[in-house]
Structures are given as C-alpha cells and as structure tokens.
C-alpha cells in the first residue's frame, strides 16, 4: 500500500524527444489511476518511469515517504503487468509465477507455494498451474501475468495495456475482473490504456495526456460532464462530442446564441453565469459543443425547451441495436462532413423509426452546453472562474464596484469616472482568513543559513555567497472590512468557490475551508496587487507581476580538500546552495549543469532587501495599503519586492537582495524542464 506524488517530471529521451513535459500529481493511496490518451502522448514513458524502467530525466518520485529516483526497480516494492504477458516459456505457470519470490531469498518455498496457490485460486488458474504459457489462451496467460504480479505483494501495481491484446469480449470481462482485484487487494493501481472506455470503467481517477502533456485529471464523471479543454471534451465520449463554430450576446436574462448556418438558440444567461463577459458581446467566434445525448428529439422535451429547438435533416441513421444514432445535416446543400461544423449527431431510442431525409425538430439541453476559446481550446465555462470582469465607477478614490464600496489604495490612483475591473477569483480576503502554518521539513529544507555558513567557511569556499533563510520571509495578510452576502457555496476539493452578491452583479471568489459551507455573509478584501483596470479599451493599471525570474547558473569551487563546493550563481551573485538543492540540480542537469542557463523565479515574497546580494536599482515603490513592494531593475530585469517592516526602500535607492532558496524555482532554460 502506498502514495505517490510525481513532482514536475519530465522525460527527455536522446535526440531530444520531450516525452512527458512536467507531470504533477499526487497519488492516494489506494487509488485506481487511469493514464488514457492517443498513442505517443507519454502514457507508457510515465509508467515506466514510476517502476524503475526508465530514467528520470528531471524532477522528483515519490513513493510513500521515500524519494525513488535513484532506487532500482527491484526495491521499489512496484509489479508490473505488461500487454505481452513477458512469461518465461520454457516454466509452468507455477514456476512463472513463484520466480520473483524465489530470486528474493528470505522467503521459504513453504510460503511461496502458498502465496502461489492462493493467487491461483483468486485469479482462476488453479488448473493451468503446471501447464507451460504456449498451452494457455490470451485470457489465460494475462491471468497468470496478474498473478505473478499479485504473488510478490507490491505496494502498487502498474499496469501497461494489459488488455489490449485480448479480444472485445474477453477484454470486458478482464477489466471487471480488474476492478474485483483492485479492490480485493486494497492497493494502489495506475494502469495505462489508450482506450477511454477502460478508462472510464475502471479509474477513480484518470489523467489524460496528449504530447507528453498532461490535459486534465478528474474522475470520470467530471471528465464528461467538465472537459477542461476541447481535446478533452472529443477525447472522451462516444459519439465525438458535436462542435460547432458560434457567437454569444448576452439580452437580459438570456444569451442568444447563433450558430450552424445561422441558427438562432436562446439559453438562460444562468447557464453561462461562470463565462467571461468579454465572450457576450456578439462578436467573438467560440467553440460550441454538445454531446450526442444531450441532443433531444422527444416532443415533450422539444416543447419544453422551444428556445434552443432547431431544424434538422436526417442524412445517416447508424441502428446499434442498444441505441441509434441520427447524423443530421444542417446545411444540407453543402459539406456535412465530420469537420464541417455542419453535422449534428444524436443518440435517440432504437426503437423510434426514422427515415433519411426526414427534417426534425430537437433541442439543445441548455445545462449541458459547453463553450472553449477558438482559439486556446479551453473551456470558457469554468468549474472555478479565474477571473471577475466587474463595472466601477470611481469618485474621491473610493470606487463602487457593481454597486459595492471600495476604498481604493494608492497603488492604483484613478482619476473619477468609469472603468472595467478584472478582479481574479482568488483576490479575495475574508474574515475567517486563517494562515495555514507552513509546514518545513527542516532536514531537507534550510530553515537557517548558520550551519550553512559555517560549514563553507570551514570548506574555504572562497566566492563571497549570500544567506539564504526561511524565518525571514514571513508575511501577515489582512482581514475583510467590507460586508457582503453570500449566494452559494461550490466545494472543490481543498479550495471552496463562493458565490459573493455584490450590488449589481455576482461575483466569484475561491476561498479555503475555514470558510463554512452554509456561510451567509462574508467581510471581504480585495487584494488589489491582482486588479487590474481598464478604461475602454485602454489598460489603465496593471496588476502586480508576482513572477519574478533571473538569469542563473551553477558554480563550483575546489575547496582546500579534494572536494567541490556548489553555488547558485543569480544574476551575477553567488549564493550557497543547501544539500536538497545541489542533489536537484545534479538529478536534473547532470554533468552538464554548469554549462547550462537557469532561470530563478520567484515571488516577491521570496526576495528582501539585505546588506548584501544581487545588485538591483529601486524604479519604483507601489503602495497597496497593507502591503508595499519595491519594482526593481536589475540589469534588463524589472523584478518586484515586498517591502517589510524596517525596511527603508525609496525610488532611486541602489539596493542589494536576498533570496529565499526555499521558494525559488528553477528551469534549465533551453530545454524548458523545470528542476525546482
Ligand atoms: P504512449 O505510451 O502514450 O503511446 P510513449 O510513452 O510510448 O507513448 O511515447 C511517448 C513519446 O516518446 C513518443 O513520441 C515516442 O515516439 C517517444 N519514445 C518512446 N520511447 C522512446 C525511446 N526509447 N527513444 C526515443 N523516443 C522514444
């Protein structure tokens, strides 16, 4: 039984195919994971990287507590089920099955024939124990492969399309068979397949990659009913998922929507509350999409829905016994292809009869519509919003967003009259706002840079290096003053979605649990550093760039022993590296780190002033209220800072900073793989 948690892995095999591209996820414990997408997107790489098979090229492996990058597969405690079976042909099944066992040693063959007979037994294969493989069907040598795997008592197994070479129906009843072992054995499964409906059976949770990249991970519900993207959204579901070129105009209450030949539907603006408003106006071409059964032809839905009915002609009828399919042309003089956006698919009772050519009547459910971006594919109906565009109007520095009083800070000095706010979801304060501890594991972070300095001093490191520490880079944050009315609450898993009401608009704020489910009102802040503000069409403010990054590099130096010590060199200053960081870099880069260009980002809390350090020039200094930040520039760098207390930072000011090694990130520039 055992976690994981893939940490910004990556893959890049020689000649430079990068074939899984930052992979981050947290496994639980006995989770059935699902790795699905088209042949080539990385699944099999992914997999073989967890056993062992494959090497790491950057980022971390953990399985349990214990980092694995360097562990041999054999001491991973991981079984893998391969889609070739990979039996030894000249042993039986038993001696196939007990061999792993037997390579151990600290087993007794009294123990090993009993973990064999019972794996046997649980997989049905009793019979066909002293049989050789060539004497056993696909099915069977599958089973005998699960079995192997099963014997040795893995803390997880990994499964590469076990399946895949079985046929239709012996490959439905060994995935029941599947899921009836995962939760017999009560371990954690990741299981590869680029079918989605093994996917969709048998993962509690799926990830679906395409290039290397991961697309999205949900359940399997949440995958059909929120497809985060369109690729996603085709990916999964059969029939393809029906797109559509369209436009949206907010009316009212209502959005009208045009699309496929100038067809004309009415859906209740509710239905599109979470779509930013910059998509309403009647211009914007975005992606409509609708699942094939969520296209009704029955007449009491039809009459129930008239305001997204539309006309359709029958041009295919598709009758698979169990459903039947309708391939309707919208445009019946032109191409009505799958590519054409003139195509509707629906899913109607088989029972019904249909004639080609018939013109019908159906309608769009209006809660089952999903919308992307033309062009970035994503989906424009967000489970969680990024982002509010709210109407304010300004006067005496106060500014009334959608009817809702806001003393304004100095950072953003408007002038009175009308602007547009783009207020991120998660620029919010409450008054419940709790500051989670930061929890450091000491041993691997650095929570002090004294022992640090003392060792290199005892080392003879001779580059003047900078402290880096952690105690120094608290921040405390501020509770809401301003009273408003809770409409609802959405909990996605350690982050809540409130729905706040301001005067004349709703407005989407991400909270964290300390917040209650059945919260009436909340005292609300705006963190301003995240607004930013137009006028028109011209951006009169922007909001706080709170990615900062510098050029780096790692430097070595021969100490007064045979050794090495290591530095991180950032923008020119040298800075100590503790022992977590050094062996990232080494896992990471290899040999080659110190030829490579780095980038070093951070936030402008993981940066303050100090007596010495990269050398940075004050352009600026933004006044938030309860926070204040420097905007530096160092070399052709703009970077910001927090200004803390005790510190004196003025425009003009030459300064010195100091970063917190504990937060910074780390990316080798010119293959784009982040280390850190
Ligand atoms: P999947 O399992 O999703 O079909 P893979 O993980 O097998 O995909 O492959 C991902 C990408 O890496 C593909 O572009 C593939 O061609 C490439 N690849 C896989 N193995 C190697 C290898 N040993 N050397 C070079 N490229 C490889």
């Known amino acids: 039984m055992a976690s994981l948690k893939l940490k910004h892995i990556y893959k890049v095999y020689e000649g430079g195919v990068k074939a899984v591209n930052d992979f981050n996820m947290d496994i639980e414990d006995k989770e059935f994971i699902v790795f699905v997408g088209p042949s080539g997107c990385g699944k099999s790489t992914t997999l073989r990287m967890i056993a062992g098979l494959e090497e790491i090229t950057a980022g971390e492996l953990m399985i349990g507590d214990e980092v694995v990058n360097d562990v041999e597969p054999k001491d991973r405690n991981i079984a893998m089920v391969f889609q070739n079976y990979a039996l030894y042909p000249h042993m039986t099944v038993r001696e196939n099955m007990a061999f792993a066992l037997r390579m151990r040693k600290d087993i007794s063959e009294e123990e090993i024939q009993q973990r064999v007979q019972e794996a046997a037994e649980r997989l049905e294969i009793v019979q066909f124990l002293d049989r050789k493989p060539r004497a056993l069907s696909g099915g069977q040598r599958q089973r005998v492969s699960l079995g192997r795997a099963i014997v040795r008592s893995p803390k997880v197994f990994l499964l590469d399309e076990p399946l895949s070479n079985l046929d239709a129906k012996l490959r439905a009843q060994m995935r029941t068979e599947i899921s009836k072992l995962h939760k017999q054995l009560q371990t954690t499964f990741i299981y590869v397949t680029h079918d989605q409906v093994e996917a969709m059976t048998m993962g509690t949770r799926i990830v679906v990659m395409k290039l290397g990249v991961v697309q999205q991970i949900d359940t399997p519900t949440n995958l059909y009913d929120y497809p985060g993207n369109k690729f996603v959204a085709s990916f999964i579901g059969t029939p393809q998922m029906n797109f559509f070129d369209a436009t949206l105009k907010q009316t009212g209450d209502n959005v009208e929507v045009v699309f496929a030949n100038d067809r004309h539907i009415n859906v209740p603006a509710e239905s599109f509350v979470k779509t930013d408003r910059k998509y309403m106006n009647g211009d914007i071409v975005v992606t409509l999409g609708i699942r094939s059964e969520d296209v009704h032809v029955e007449p009491e839905f039809v009459e129930a829905h008239a305001s997204t009915a539309i006309e359709c002609q029958i041009g295919i009828i598709e009758a698979l016994g169990s459903e039947q399919l309708l391939y309707c042309e919208l445009d019946p003089e032109g191409d009505n292809s799958a590519e054409s956006g003139m195509r509707l698919v629906l899913k109607v009772d088989p029972r019904e009869h249909y004639e080609l050519g018939q013109t019908i009547k159906v309608a769009l459910d209006p809660n089952r519509i999903h919308l992307f971006d033309k062009d970035t594919e994503m989906t424009i109906i967000p489970r969680v919003p990024k982002s509010n ?288």
Not at 453 to 478: C, N, R
Request: net charge negative; with cysteine.
């Open 389 to 676: 565009i709210l109407k304010a109007k300004v006067t005496g520095g106060k500014a009334l967003i959608e009817g809702t009083e806001f003393k304004l800070p100095e950072a953003l000095p408007l002038t009175d009259g009308e602007y547009v706010f783009d207020v991120p979801s998660d620029a919010f304060f409450f008054d419940t706002y709790e500051e989670e501890a930061e929890k450091f594991d000491e041993e691997k972070y650095q929570t002090s840079y004294a022992p640090l300095e003392d060792k290199f001093k005892s080392q003879g490191f001779k580059t003047p290096v900078m402290p880096l520490a952690h105690e120094d880079f608290k921040v405390e944050l501020p509770k809401g003053d301003t009273k408003v009315a809770v409409e609802a609450v959405e909990n996605f898993g350690k982050t809540k979605l409130l729905r706040l009401k301001f005067k004349t608009a709703s407005v989407f704020a991400v909270a964290n649990q300390t917040i209650a489910d059945n919260v009436k009102e909340v005292n609300l802040a705006i963190d301003w550093k995240k607004v930013s503000v137009r006028q028109g069409e011209e951006a009169v403010c922007e909001a706080l760039n709170l990615f900062n990054d510098l050029p780096g590099l790692m430097v070595k130096e021969k100490t007064t022993k045979k050794t090495f010590n290591f530095g991180l060199e950032v923008a020119g200053q040298v800075f100590y590296t503790n022992d977590y960081i050094q062996e990232k870099l080494f896992n990471a880069a290899g040999r080659k780190v110190f030829a490579t260009e780095l980038e070093v980002d951070f936030t402008p809390y993981g940066v303050k002033f100090a007596p010495e350090g990269v050398k940075a020039t004050v352009n600026k200094v933004v006044d938030y209220g309860y926070e204040k930040f420097a905007v530096c520039q160092v070399g052709d760098k703009e970077i910001n800072v927090l200004i803390r207390t005790g510190d004196v930072v003025s425009a003009g000011m030459d300064v010195c900073l100091s970063l917190d090694i504990n937060k910074l990130g780390l990316v080798e520039a010119e293959r784009g793989i982040r280390i850190i």
